[in-house]
């Protein structure tokens, strides 16, 4: 009995290392997304990783309007916050992030645009009367305080007025990257198409 014992320990590390393997990197991946440890400040990205990544379903319990179902299908989507007054900066981004839908063609089929109104009754008229210039933008509704709420701990921009970004939001629902006026139009198009050739459905 006590021949097999040595055996039975020798028999056990290559089991121990295949474990190990296996799941070290998950770990590793899971703490790189989740907190931005070991993410190098200079990646392929043409937009900026949102530390921590965050989790859209937060604010859904609050949303009202088309809200997104962020599972069972495959689509990326951007959420553009609307404020009571969408100034220059806040009606660029709705533009730049038509024009790319658009230049995406048939991928664009595996992209959601959704205006955020985060302005009360005022950003929804804002938001009514550009329908037709806005074809295919999806709106929701949800407080000013469960959006500030939901980014507070990230490093995503605190002022909408001066410094107005959008999210784009992955096949999960997780807010991962965001732009500003920093990013223009041909950026987010290679962001997004680099997304949507290498995540299923691609």
């Known amino acids: 009995m006590s021949d097999n014992a040595p055996a039975q320990k020798k028999s056990a590390w290559p089991l121990f290392a295949i474990l190990v393997i296996t799941v070290l990197p998950i770990v590793a991946a899971y703490v790189a997304f989740f907190t931005g440890v070991g993410v190098p400040d200079e990646t392929v990205n043409e937009g900026e990783l949102v530390v921590p ?21 495959l689509s990326w989507r951007l959420l553009i916050p609307v404020p009571e007054h969408c100034g220059e900066i806040c009606q660029r981004n709705l533009y730049i992030t038509r024009q790319v839908h658009i230049r995406l063609a048939e991928k664009g089929e595996r992209l959601e645009r959704f205006a955020v109104n985060i302005g009360g009754a005022e950003g929804e008229r804002y938001l009514e009367s550009i329908e ?53 139009g041909n950026q987010l ?14």
Request: hydrophobic share 40%; no cysteine.
């Open 53 to 73: 990544a965050k989790n859209a379903e937060a604010i859904l319990s609050s949303a009202e309007g088309d809200i997104p179902a962020f599972h069972n299908n």
């Open 132 to 184: 037709a210039e806005q074809p295919g933008l999806k709106r929701f509704t949800v407080p000013r305080e469960v959006w500030d709420e939901w980014l507070r701990d990230s490093n995503v921009p605190g002022n909408l007025r001066d410094d107005h970004f959008y999210l784009l939001v992955d096949q999960v629902g997780f807010a991962m990257m965001f732009y500003t006026t920093r990013q223009d």
């Open 189 to 202: 198009l290679k962001d997004l198409k680099r997304v949507l050739r290498y995540s299923p459905g691609g």
